[in-house]
């Protein structure tokens, strides 16, 4: 029997060239997850949709209105690679107008637009708390891997589907 998603993350898209809201996990907060470059999400709780949930998370973390966001679709289920494995559905979104992103939670220490065009092949980088892994520097020391590279790669893989949507 397939397992539903446990989580769902929040993919907002907009602009041309397209990018994607992206948050940093506090690296003050010692969690599987710290400074780590995510997607706003988190667990879906009883009785809510995978929509509402990211929705929700979208505003918890990342100051993001539901009402602002027109969700457009999902790129799937994605599993995390690290212990426990959490499954996590990844909602598409782009804003209806306006919108004033920024870190509202303790957990998230920055909120910011990233270029998915500028996102290339993950090499092996130096993560600030990791180590080494296979991910993609977004610069300013900022590394792109696991759940959210692949969440980035396979939408950069959909986007012209997307294109034919006003993205701005």
Known sequence: MERGPEAAVL???????PHVL???????????????????G???????????TALREAWEEAWVKPSAVKVIG?????QTMSKPVIHT?????VPKGPIDPR????????VFWADISAVGEPTEVNHPVRGSVRGVVLGKGLVLWGLSLRI??????????????DLK
């Open 89 to 93: 559905e990844a909602i598409v979104g």
């Open 103 to 110: 870190p509202v939670d303790p957990e998230v220490d920055a």
């Open 42 to 52: 988190g667990r879906i709780a009883p009785g809510e949709t995978p929509v509402q």
């Open 74 to 78: 999902s790129l799937g289920a994605f």
């Open 152 to 165: 980035t790669m396979r939408l950069k893989e959909r986007i012209r589907e997307l294109e034919v949507l």
């Open 22 to 40: 992206l948050e940093r996990k506090s690296c003050k907060v010692v969690d599987r997850f710290s400074c780590d470059i995510a997607y706003p």
């Open 11 to 17: 993919v907002l898209v907009w602009g041309r060239p």
